[in-house]
């Protein structure tokens, strides 16, 4: 069941949601087991430059918007956030988080982040306010070249992996478990908490004179 369509309701949940998901990245990164691909790339830049892991994820993220700009896609409120948003939450995060000594507990705050991830990703995507810039680059991109969904998100996600694990960024299990849950809970949870939009006002039919 779709919640009701409230502009408060879904601010709400888009902010909570892009809590969570800047919350979620860094149990992943502090897990040290595998990062998303996104993040093997953030991560792996901020060892090349003088910047954290959430300045990073910000900068990249204002980067890829500017790609949209000749894919003639267009941002929202929850574009913008989402810049901002996440890459300050997963600092605050990697600042109060440490690592577990143990793989037992290592592996359980990976697997929390990953859940939480899909959460997170089912609220503020169901907010409708505005993809995020990287999930609006291949959106943009389908639209335009009508190419394939999963090409052309595959051919983005493999790039931005292989440049990150260059660079130094984790690949692990995490990453492989991420990479085969995570369209699954974003199902998941998005069927629970997606914001019903309003439907279409009926058009008022002319009076007929009698």
Same mark, same amino acid.
């Given at each position: 069941?779709?919640? %009701?369509?409230?502009? %408060?309701?879904?601010?709400?949940?888009? $902010?909570?949601?892009?809590?969570? !998901?800047?919350?979620?990245? =860094?149990?992943?990164?502090?897990?040290?087991?595998?990062?998303? %691909?996104?993040? @093997?790339?953030?991560?792996?830049?901020?060892?090349?430059? %003088?910047?954290?892991?959430?300045?990073?994820?910000?900068?990249?993220?204002? /980067? *890829?918007?500017?790609?949209?700009?000749?894919?003639?896609?267009?941002?929202?409120?929850? &574009?913008?956030?989402?810049?901002?948003?996440?890459?300050?939450?997963?600092?605050?995060? $990697? #600042?109060?988080?440490?690592?577990? #000594?143990?793989?037992?507990?290592?592996?359980?705050?990976?697997?929390?982040?990953? @859940?939480?991830?899909? $959460?997170?990703?089912?609220?503020?995507?169901? =907010?409708?306010?505005?993809?995020?810039?990287?999930?609006?680059?291949?959106?943009?991109?389908?639209?335009? !070249?009508?190419?394939?969904?999963? $090409? *052309?998100? &595959?051919?983005?996600?493999? &790039?931005?992996?292989?440049?990150?694990?260059?660079?130094?960024? *984790? @690949?692990?299990?995490?990453? /492989?478990? !991420?990479? *085969?849950?995570?369209?699954?809970?974003?199902?998941?949870?998005? #069927?629970? /908490?997606?914001? =019903?939009?309003?439907?279409?006002?009926?058009? /008022?039919?002319?009076?007929?004179?009698?």
């Amino acid at each position: 069941m779709r919640l %009701p369509d409230r502009l %408060p309701r879904r601010l709400s949940q888009l $902010l909570i949601g892009l809590f969570l !998901y800047g919350w979620s990245m =860094a149990m992943m990164v502090r897990a040290n087991l595998g990062l998303n %691909p996104w993040d @093997v790339f953030h991560f792996g830049l901020a060892r090349q430059l %003088p910047l954290t892991f959430g300045q990073v994820t910000i900068a990249v993220g204002a /980067v *890829v918007l500017l790609l949209w700009i000749p894919l003639r896609q267009r941002p929202g409120i929850g &574009t913008i956030l989402n810049i901002a948003v996440i890459g300050l939450v997963a600092d605050l995060g $990697l #600042s109060i988080m440490s690592q577990p #000594s143990g793989l037992v507990a290592r592996g359980a705050l990976l697997v929390g982040g990953v @859940v939480l991830n899909g $959460l997170a990703g089912g609220l503020y995507v169901g =907010a409708h306010l505005g993809p995020g810039p990287r999930d609006g680059l291949w959106v943009a991109i389908t639209k335009r !070249y009508g190419w394939s969904i999963r $090409l *052309v998100r &595959t051919v983005i996600e493999l &790039t931005v992996l292989v440049i990150g694990w260059l660079m130094g960024g *984790v @690949v692990g299990v995490g990453t /492989v478990l !991420y990479a *085969v849950s995570i369209g699954h809970l974003n199902q998941f949870f998005l #069927s629970r /908490v997606e914001v =019903a939009k309003a439907p279409a006002a009926e058009p /008022v039919a002319d009076p007929v004179d009698a």
